[in-house]
């Protein structure tokens, strides 16, 4: 079955960091692209960062830049999510999905066809 | 950056109705427009990508159609199953891949 699995969730301090992870099973994960979504209680899907399939393109959100960092390790079939200096309101379900690439003349385009279940990040003191 | 604004935000519709959901984007996307379907507790589900394009395994009661920078999502003879909240989202790279607010389909 083809599917990703979020872990690294948990209950942090305000200014404290989390590293979230992404594994994949069922397709090779190192030839997508891949995307970080969140959604607070009561909220909107709100999408946080991105990750070429070969990591050299890195994209952000502006509320998580400079605390947020995508990384991949492409061995492993894993994409992380490195949180610093966490917020209250960055308390959310993170979401991991894979990202898979379509084109309009010369310009490739990304959507999100597979998802994970989340993992709960909760920033209190 | 880019907004994007869904209308409406709540819709009551009932088993077999038509539904239609609207997402406006505030500069050209061209195609690059995707639509999701969330339920409580589950992963967010693709349903259309390239502003019309069907993901494989969707019901084909569910399309897609733009004009200009204005997008809708249509449902035709909306099933039990199909009660849930609805995203799009722009797809360009180059842009922050901004979600809309999201359009809540209830009984």
């Known amino acids: 079955e083809v599917q990703v699995v979020e872990s690294g969730g948990g209950q942090v301090e305000p200014g404290g960091s989390l590293r979230l992870s992404c594994e994949a099973s069922?397709?090779?994960?190192?030839?997508?692209?891949v995307s970080w979504v969140r959604q607070a209680p009561g909220k909107g899907l709100e999408w946080v960062s991105f990750?070429?399939?070969?990591?050299?393109?890195?994209y952000y959100a502006d509320p998580v830049k400079g605390r947020f960092t995508i990384s991949r390790d492409n061995t492993i079939n894993s994409v992380y999510l490195q949180l610093n200096s966490l917020r209250a309101e960055d308390t959310a379900l993170y979401y991991c999905?894979?990202?898979?690439?379509?084109?309009?003349?010369?310009?490739?385009?990304?959507?999100?066809?597979?998802w994970g279940r989340g993992t709960t990040v909760a920033v209190s003191s | 950056d880019i907004q994007l604004t869904q209308s409406p935000s709540f819709l009551s519709a009932s088993v077999g109705d038509r539904v239609t959901i609207t997402c406006r984007a505030s500069?050209?996307?061209?195609?690059?427009l995707a639509w999701y379907q969330h339920k409580p507790g589950k992963a967010p589900k693709l349903l259309i990508y390239?502003?019309?394009t069907l993901q494989s395994g969707v019901p084909s009661r569910f399309s897609g159609s733009r004009s200009g920078t204005e997008f809708t999502l249509t449902i035709n003879s909306l099933q039990p199953e199909d009660f849930a909240t609805y995203y799009c989202?722009?797809?360009?790279?180059?842009?922050?891949?901004?979600f809309g607010g999201g359009t809540k389909v209830e009984i």
């Open positions: 500069r050209g996307i061209a195609i690059y």
């Open positions: 990750i070429s399939a070969r990591g050299s393109d890195r």
């Open positions: 069922g397709f090779t994960l190192s030839t997508y692209s």
């Open positions: 989202q722009q797809l360009n790279t180059y842009l922050p891949l901004t």
């Open positions: 999905a894979r990202a898979s690439r379509s084109q309009l003349l010369n310009f490739y385009y990304y959507y999100m066809d597979v």
């Open positions: 390239g502003a019309s």
